[in-house]
């Protein structure tokens, strides 16, 4: 099998599957067009349409990454060509851990010393247990359910939501358009980790953010698509006395880089990070990548996508 990969790490990833799939031919996006072209699969995240229109003899793309949202949005992406996705893959880690700082972030009210720090302000805030902290986790996929079991175990009482039913243990589970209404008013703090689907975007807007209650905070290290901007804007008020949203620490945008523009950059209660929650390392991504090519290639089941659920 001829296989061509495209990520900003091409070349490290052409070394590393060479080695896993010695019978293979890998090659990266920087080799030439007529050479490009016989690949039988694609291993990429965010090809560009030029390329991805070049590669017409293609039988599996496989996504590098957990969200499908950017190849499924692709114009030239090949119709019924089975799509396979990252699993967690060393991701889910560094997600419960970002997701972690969030909630310790407003739970010990260091928003609220940075900004008494500012005013050489030495003030306690009255302390509120973590038993006292419900976190909802919406999107209980194979990220989203190690992140909420994580913050279940820290001992925080979490909510999960999922469009279907999940039974985890120690998270309480919600499923649905009733689920999403009983859990918003319940948690404190709101962590989306929900693919970015024609379903769900925008599904934190105005009325969502409206059935927080007073002084929750939201964390985002899924997709900027699930969030209405400018409801955010709105909830959170402006200047730093806490609006009926008291902060937001946001790792996803619909567009990225975040434009400089953007009043969410100097917001006084926003945090914002570069898409670093969940960084794809080699390791445990490799192993999945290979396998997939290789059963792909062996006319074995593999776990491809739906393409109408969008992910
Ligand atoms: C990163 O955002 C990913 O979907 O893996």
């Known amino acids: 099998m001829r ?61 590098l990454g957990a969200g499908v949202d950017a190849m499924l949005d692709n114009p030239a992406l090949p119709r019924g060509v089975p799509i396979v996705k990252l699993r967690d893959a060393g991701m889910a880690g560094p997600i419960a851990d970002y997701a972690r700082y969030g909630v310790l972030h407003f739970q010990r009210d260091f928003d609220r010393y940075r900004r008494q720090q500012a005013r050489t302000e030495w003030r306690e805030c009255p302390p509120v247990d973590k038993a006292d902290w419900s976190v909802g986790v919406l999107g209980l996929g194979a990220i989203g359910a190690r992140v909420a079991q994580a913050l279940a175990d820290d001992g925080f009482p979490v909510h999960g939501w999922s469009r279907s039913p999940r039974t985890l243990p120690g998270v309480r589970c919600h499923h649905g358009g009733d689920g999403l209404r009983e859990l918003l008013p319940e948690v404190k703090s709101l962590v989306l980790l929900l693919p ?45 006395a806490e609006g009926r949203l008291r902060g937001a620490l946001l790792d996803a945008f619909p567009e990225e880089p975040l434009p400089a523009s953007s009043p969410l950059w100097s917001h006084p209660r ?24 290789r059963a792909m290639d062996a006319g074995e089941d593999v776990e491809t996508i739906d393409p109408e659920a969008g992910y």
């Not at 925008?202 to 400018?230: C, K």
């Not at 914002?272 to 490799?286: D, R, Y």
């Open 270 to 293: 926003v945090l914002v990070t570069p898409h670093m929650a969940g960084p794809t390392p080699l390791g445990e991504a490799l192993d999945q990548v290979a396998e997939a090519l």
């Open 3 to 63: 296989v061509l990969v495209h990520t900003d790490a091409a070349e490290a990833w052409r070394e590393a599957l060479a080695e896993r799939l010695p019978d293979a031919e890998i090659l990266t996006s920087a080799a030439p067009a007529d050479e490009r072209r016989r690949a039988d699969y694609l291993a990429a995240w965010k090809p560009s349409a030029a390329l991805l229109g070049e590669l017409t003899a293609l039988k599996g793309i496989v996504n």
């Open 196 to 240: 970015g689907t024609p379903a769900t975007r925008e599904i934190i807007d105005a009325e969502a953010l409206a059935a927080l209650p007073e002084g929750a905070s939201l964390i985002n290290p899924g997709r900027g698509s699930l969030i209405d901007e400018a409801a955010l804007l709105d909830a959170l008020g402006d200047g730093e």
